[in-house]
T-cell receptor
Framework: SQQGEEDPQALSIQEGENATMNCSYK?????LQWYRQNSGRGLVHLIL?????REKHSGRLRVTLDTSKKSSSLLITASRAADTASYFC?????????????FGPGTRLSVLP | GAGVSQSPRYKVAKRGQDVALRCDPI?????LFWYQQALGQGPEFLTY????????KSGLPSDRFFAERPEGSVSTLKIQRTQQEDSAVYLC?????????????FGPGTRLTVL
């Protein structure tokens, strides 16, 4: 079973709007990462947030982490058509040596021009 | 520098054939991961190498799956007697340090179709 669950499964917005995706997980983590995957391509790392951090920014991306609720959110501001992709959260499970990365099923974002 | 590369990018196999998928990680990266990604799903962990040592193979779905990294760089994922349920994209990722506490850099994947 997958540790992380993204929500919503699919999201469709207009160019210029903000997109918010959420990720919930079940067990304690060392860090949480967000990845983007364009259709037919490999995953691209977006941002890493450690368990002792609450918020992190990178360009138009903002990630929050609430370890008490075991949840994270990814906000993309001023979205562009090029942001159309699937977004995955991946958790690095504490004390789970080796099988460190567990991905959720992803949110498929469509940004309409 | 070059990223993670995988070959072939596409592979069609007849049921029962053996296949070998190759991963060239970023030079100097200690950790190497293999994942299986079914259509519309997130990647599922298969196995993890630290240099040449396979430290975790708990995600390999059956004993038909075998992975190696004999010199601590290039890795090969072999699937024997392929079945239709093996059809998926196989992703390789590498990271500079040990374990999963660092950014993983992914290759483009190998799309395997078993007929």
């Amino acid at each position: 079973s997958q540790q992380g669950e993204e929500d919503p499964q699919a999201l469709s917005i207009q160019e210029g709007e903000n997109a918010t995706m959420n990720c919930s997980y079940k067990t304690s983590i060392n860090n949480l990462q967000w990845y983007r995957q364009n259709s037919g391509r490999g995953l691209v790392h977006l941002i890493l947030i450690r368990s002792n951090e609450r918020e992190k920014h990178s360009g138009r991306l903002r990630v929050t982490l609430d370890t008490s609720k075991k949840s994270s959110s990814l906000l993309i501001t001023a979205s562009r058509a090029a942001d159309t992709a699937s977004y995955f959260c991946a958790t690095d499970l504490r004390d789970n040596y080796g099988q460190n990365f567990v991905f959720g099923p992803g949110t498929r974002l469509s940004v309409l021009p | 520098g070059a990223g993670v590369s995988q070959s072939p990018r596409y592979k069609v196999a007849k049921r029962g054939q053996d296949v070998a998928l190759r991963c060239d990680p970023i030079s100097g990266h200690v950790s190497l991961f293999w994942y299986q990604q079914a259509l519309g799903q997130g990647p599922e962990f298969l196995t993890y190498f630290q240099n040449e040592a396979q430290l975790d193979k708990s995600g390999l779905p059956s004993d038909r799956f075998f992975a190696e990294r004999p010199e601590g760089s290039v890795s090969t994922l072999k699937i024997q007697r392929t079945q239709q349920e093996d059809s998926a994209v196989y992703l390789c990722a590498s990271s500079l340090v040990t374990g999963g506490t660092d950014t993983q850099y992914f290759g483009p994947g190998t799309r395997l179709t078993v007929l």
